[in-house]
């Protein structure tokens, strides 16, 4: 009698368990999708989750495995490939997108699509900044920074500051007597290296120093609940980023009332003081320093990441990185005794390091999603995305498509020999217009990195094989533990 009762009890609970499962998701999907009413063309397949959280559950758990891939791959097995499917993520009810050609349509579509990253990340980038700004307003800033950013002039001028700060801190990392954690030392250096091209030389230490302070601060809140109160993480950085904005506007103060600037001493900051449209007006110092910022999110977390992403494959393909190394050193042997230093023309004359930087960029996202936000019913590959969802480019999916790259989980630098890709089939920086504006100074700055490790230092993981946390953005669970060896 006992064990009838027992199970009975087991059966109610499950009964009850199977049904509420259902009856929540229903709720869910009522209210996010069935009083939208009746539109031309169905919604994508997927489902809502559960009120309240969605399918975020779903994404932690395959994002805190080995096997972030999952997450696509079971909407692939339940809804089949049609490379868009409805969710409920971070919040809001999205739709993702993971073809070539679904992810170029969005990003290179200003009409229906504008960015839709959390509102954390677009309150501590500025109203100014790329992120907040109009169509019309984000193409004339565009712009009038390209040749301050990412021009000739200004890339040739950003290499001695980027030396500044490399070399003499990769003589410190192989003068530790101890293991370090490389991945946090890269943040570090990629911070300090940000802050130096936007100062250029400076007597000032102390306002180089207060900046790579203030941004460690902030950057924390950039996805973290948008709660201003006194013990949250948002709640600090926005005090952060008053303190920052406080900085870089003393420097602008400074700089304006100085009469020249030598051009050993500039940098992003005079350029960008120095731009003026066909009207003859200058950038708001409101621009420039969200700018700055923007560059920040931006840059330092994906150079870090993509260089030692690109160190680690390398030392653990000793073929590869035979052939790395003995290209940096043909640009030594080649260049004058007088000569200190990189130039741009030898960057440009690499021919295989820029494909291990392609293909780190490629092998470990350095996010998994780019965040757009439909402005109105925008119907695409028979599918409705209803208006004010937001539509996760989910690039990651694209780049480890066996379709689309064999083995796309081994790393192989020499599969961009001729590799002729389809538009949207490699979008690490986004595409279209709103493109990041700081891809080709990320570039040079892992390349310079690079350089001066491959010829002079060697790495030695501590836990070579040990597992990789995939959230925020891929890294060895221990952050990459290792000691710095400088060659002899």
């Known amino acids: 009698m006992g064990l009838e009762f027992l199970w009975s009890i087991v059966a109610v609970v499950a009964g009850t368990y199977v049904f509420l499962f259902g009856f929540l998701r229903k709720i869910n999907e009522w209210y996010y999708v069935s009083r939208l009413g009746k539109k031309q063309n169905p919604l994508p397949p997927g489902d809502m989750g559960w009120p309240f959280i969605g399918n975020m559950w779903s994404f932690l758990t395959a994002f805190k495995s080995q096997y972030p891939d999952s997450f696509i791959g079971n909407l692939i097995k339940r809804h089949g ?26 990003l290179t579509d200003d009409e229906h699509f504008v960015f839709g990253y959390p509102s954390s990340a677009i309150q501590l980038g500025g109203k100014k ?22 021009g000739h002039v200004a890339l040739a001028l950003y290499i001695g500051h980027i030396e500044d700060i490399v070399i003499p801190s990769l003589e410190d990392l192989a003068s530790k007597n101890h293991s370090i954690k490389f991945f946090n030392e890269m943040k570090q250096i990629g911070i300090k290296v940000i802050a130096q091209i936007f100062l250029g030389s400076t007597q000032e230490d102390l306002v180089l120093s207060s900046m790579v302070k203030y941004y460690t601060e902030l950057f924390p809140g950039v996805l973290s609940m948008p709660i201003n109160l006194p013990g949250f993480t948002f709640h600090r950085a926005l ?3 008053k303190k920052l904005v406080k900085t870089i506007q003393s420097e602008l103060d400074e700089r304006r009332a100085k009469t020249m600037v030598s051009d050993r001493k500039k940098g992003m900051i005079d350029l960008l003081m120095e731009v003026e449209d066909e009207n003859g007006e200058k950038l708001e110092d409101e621009h420039i320093i969200d700018l700055l910022l923007l560059i920040l999110f931006a840059g330092h977390e994906t150079t870090a990441h993509t260089a030692m992403w690109a160190i680690i494959y390398l030392h653990r393909h000793p073929e590869m990185l035979k052939k790395a190394k003995e290209e940096q050193e043909a640009i030594i042997k080649r260049r004058p005794s007088s000569q200190k230093g990189l130039t741009l023309p030898e960057i440009k004359q690499m021919e295989y390091l820029p494909k291990v930087i392609v293909e780190a960029l490629r092998r470990n996202n350095f996010a998994f999603s780019i965040f757009r936000k439909a402005e109105a019913d925008v119907n695409i590959n028979g599918y409705t995305i209803p208006k004010g969802w ?5 690039y990651r999916a694209v780049h480890m498509d066996p379709n689309i790259y064999s083995n796309p989980k081994e790393f192989l630098p020499s599969r961009w020999e001729n590799h002729r890709l389809k538009a949207g089939a490699f979008i690490p ?21 690079l350089h001066y490790f491959l010829l002079n230092y060697k790495l030695e993981e501590l836990n070579p094989r040990g597992p990789i946390n995939y959230l925020p953005l891929p890294r060895p669970a221990d952050d990459c533990l290792a000691r710095i060896i400088k060659l002899p």
């Open 390 to 394: 937001k539509v996760l480019v989910w």
């Open 129 to 150: 900044s790329l992120y907040g700004i109009s169509n019309s307003e984000h193409k004339r800033l565009r712009r009038l920074t390209t040749d301050p950013i990412n």
């Open 81 to 106: 490939r049609t490379s868009i499917y409805k969710t409920y993520l971070f919040g809001s009810p999205s739709v993702i997108v993971c073809s070539p050609e679904l992810c170029k349509k969005v």
């Open 429 to 449: 920086f986004g595409a279209g217009s709103r493109t990041c504006p700081g891809a080709a100074l990320g570039k040079l700055e892992i390349s310079i990195f």
């Open 239 to 241: 005090k952060a980023r």
